[in-house]
């Protein structure tokens, strides 16, 4: 397994913002204590290039984040703060994932998890939301796109619905989009109704659950939904927004999943991968907000797909 980690993401300053700096500390500090830095191929990378970005991003919203980074401008939408680091942390936390795409590309390795911040499943084309600032898997996934990937399928087990992300694609028949999350909750999307458009029609399945919905029937959800778009979508690389925030003790979340039902369920996407793209899997970090149990949830991801993994077979 790839694994994409880095001191440059603390740069990121939002103070006591829930997504604080002590978010990716408690997890580099839990990937070195468990042995998963040993364990995982760690690779050098670069920061995503504006090429990159502007395959999902506004070039004027690009430079306008540059210069907010650069005037330590603070809040600049009602949950998301901008700080001198900012800038950098992104701009590497997306070519950390573009990296990874590369590396799946030529066969290096079929899997990869990037313990990346700021988040980036709510950021839009042409502004910051929801605590995110680029839509990190919007941009590896056009990334793969633009490789020669034909056929891409994302997945978001945040707790919140990944409106950036569905914006995106909304109209693509190429990029699947499979979201699960609380209902109705922040940022207010995600209906079953909302599927697309044009020819992107039913490319886009959403599943809004309601506060305290059981872990079991979460998970059951989840794997019917992905696994029958999968099966018509027949992708040729997965990505997994992987948010930790619908653990039962996140202070924001409302749902009830344990640690432990994050390593079923990274089982569950590394074996739906290898079932239909080869076990090509790139997983980045999105939500979570509890700082204990947010890096027990990554540890129990990452055990599960490493099971999964070791079970496939040589391509």
């Known amino acids: 397994m790839l694994?994409?980690?880095?001191?440059?993401?603390?740069?990121?300053?939002?103070?006591t913002h829930p997504e604080c700096v002590a978010r990716i500390q408690n997890v580099n500090a839990?990937?070195?204590?468990?042995?998963?830095?040993?364990?995982?191929?760690?690779?050098?990378?670069?920061?995503?290039?504006?090429e990159q970005c502007r395959r999902n991003?506004?070039?004027?919203?690009?430079?306008?984040?540059?210069?907010?980074?650069?005037?330590?401008?603070?809040?600049v939408e009602s949950d998301t703060v901008v700080s001198t680091g900012s800038w950098d942390a992104a701009m590497v936390g997306a070519g950390a994932v573009?990296?990874?795409?590369?590396?799946?590309?030529?066969?290096?390795?079929?899997?990869?998890?990037?313990?990346?911040?700021?988040?980036?499943h709510h950021a839009l084309k042409d502004a910051p939301m929801g605590f995110c600032v680029l839509n990190n898997v919007s941009i590896g996934a056009l990334?793969?796109?633009?490789?020669?990937?034909?056929?891409?399928?994302?997945?978001?087990?945040?707790?919140?619905?990944g409106n950036g992300t569905q914006n995106s694609f909304w109209d693509d028949p190429n990029v699947g989009f499979v979201s699960i999350h609380r209902f109705p909750f922040y940022p207010g999307t995600g209906t079953r109704e909302e599927r697309g458009a044009g020819a992107g029609l039913g490319a886009t399945v959403n599943i809004p659950v309601p506060a305290e919905t059981p872990a079991k029937d979460f998970l059951a959800m989840l794997a019917?939904?992905?696994?029958?778009?999968?099966k018509a979508l027949k992708p040729d690389i997965l990505f997994l927004s992987a948010g930790f925030d619908a653990?039962?003790?996140?202070?924001?979340?409302?749902?009830?999943?344990?640690?432990?039902?994050?390593?079923?369920?990274?089982?569950?996407?590394?074996?739906?991968?290898?079932?239909?793209?080869?076990?090509?899997?790139?997983?980045?970090?999105?939500?979570?907000?509890?700082?204990?149990?947010?890096?027990?949830?990554?540890?129990?991801?990452l055990a599960g797909i490493t099971k999964a993994a070791s079970s496939s077979s040589p391509e």
Request: proline share 3%; charged share 30%; with cysteine.
């Open 3 to 15: 694994l994409y980690s880095s001191d440059l993401f603390e740069k990121h300053d939002t103070g």
């Open 30 to 50: 839990m990937l070195k204590e468990k042995g998963w830095d040993d364990r995982c191929v760690r690779p050098s990378w670069m920061a995503a290039s504006l």
């Open 57 to 75: 991003h506004d070039s004027g919203y690009l430079e306008q984040l540059h210069r907010w980074s650069r005037e330590n401008a603070g809040r």
């Open 98 to 120: 573009c990296d990874a795409v590369d590396r799946l590309w030529a066969k290096q390795d079929k899997t990869a998890f990037c313990a990346i911040r700021p988040p980036g």
């Open 143 to 161: 990334h793969a796109r633009s490789l020669g990937f034909e056929r891409v399928l994302i997945v978001d087990w945040d707790v919140h619905h």
């Open 224 to 230: 019917d939904e992905t696994e029958r778009l999968a």
């Open 247 to 301: 653990h039962r003790a996140d202070p924001v979340g409302g749902l009830t999943l344990e640690s432990e039902h994050y390593e079923e369920a990274g089982q569950w996407i590394a074996q739906l991968a290898n079932d239909y793209c080869g076990g090509r899997l790139v997983s980045l970090l999105e939500g979570g907000y509890h700082l204990q149990k947010m890096p027990e949830c990554v540890d129990a991801h």
